[in-house]
């Protein structure tokens, strides 16, 4: 799976499904890119994972319904915009072992799997994970949970992209020694597999989910491709022209 982003591609856009973004069609996703003169836009709302352990996202029941929407709307407007469907997707080691990521990959309709870490399965007790962690540990470990799930999930292969690598640090005040040893293993992991990795538009506005530290040792070791990570209609354009402003 590799992903080549035009230039002025809309990337990374949710749908209502994931219960945290404005309830409008996709269509109006589209037709609004369409205004704007981007040539592709590309859909990659939150996975869900079977039986429906996990909130903030589309019920596993849903994914059938997400994807032909979105293969009628890449028909549909095929002379105007292509229309590119993807998942953004946790790597958690269990759910590899049963082979799903392999089953989303054999699905026709899924162009690309998106890497997004929002949490870690727990490496002492799997069948947890960091969410259910207490603030404390949370403060300590989130990041290195989050980071080495991140370096397993690159070298998975199953992955096309990597989504806001920074934002493992969400919890981290000052920037420390172990947080740039932890950047550096993705880096390192990203740059061995080719793989590009995401400055999320949505972290550069919110400040704190974005770390200037981490894009300083990227540099240009892997390849990198700027996500709107638009949540609404509002955002698809805001975000966009954020990032117009940031690649000059
Ligand atoms: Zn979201
Ligand atoms: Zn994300």
Not at 203 to 216: A, D, N, Q, T, V
Request: aromatic content about 12%.
């Amino acid at each position: 799976m590799r992903i080549g982003i035009r230039e002025n591609g809309l990337f990374h856009v949710h749908t209502y499904r994931c219960g945290h973004a404005q309830d409008v069609p996709d269509e109006a996703y589209v037709r609004q890119a369409i205004a704007m003169e981007a040539p592709e836009i590309w859909f990659s709302d939150h996975a869900p994972f079977p039986e429906d352990p996990f909130l903030q996202r589309m019920k596993y029941a849903e994914l059938d319904e997400y994807l032909t929407t979105l293969q009628e709307l890449k028909a549909k407007y095929r002379r105007q915009i292509d229309v590119h469907i993807g998942l953004e997707i946790e790597y958690f080691p269990t759910y590899d072992a049963q082979g799903y990521y392999q089953e989303l990959k054999k699905n026709p309709a899924i162009e690309f799997l998106l890497l997004g870490q929002h949490m870690a399965q727990d490496p002492a007790r799997p069948g947890e994970y960091s969410f259910s962690w207490p603030e404390e540990q949370l403060d300590l470990q989130e990041f290195r949970a989050l980071g080495e799930a991140i370096c397993q999930g690159i070298e998975s292969g199953h992955f096309a992209a990597v989504a806001h690598p920074d934002r493992i640090f969400r919890r981290q005040k000052e920037w420390t020694p172990d947080m740039a040893a932890m950047s550096e293993k993705i880096l390192r992991a990203a740059e061995r597999a080719g793989l590009p990795i995401e400055i999320n538009i949505s972290s550069y506005l919110s400040g704190k989910l974005f770390r200037p530290e981490f894009w300083k040792l990227a540099g240009d070791r892997c390849p990198i491709l700027y996500g709107l990570d638009a949540h609404s209609l509002l955002e698809l354009e805001e975000h966009d022209r954020v990032r117009r402003q940031l690649i000059l």
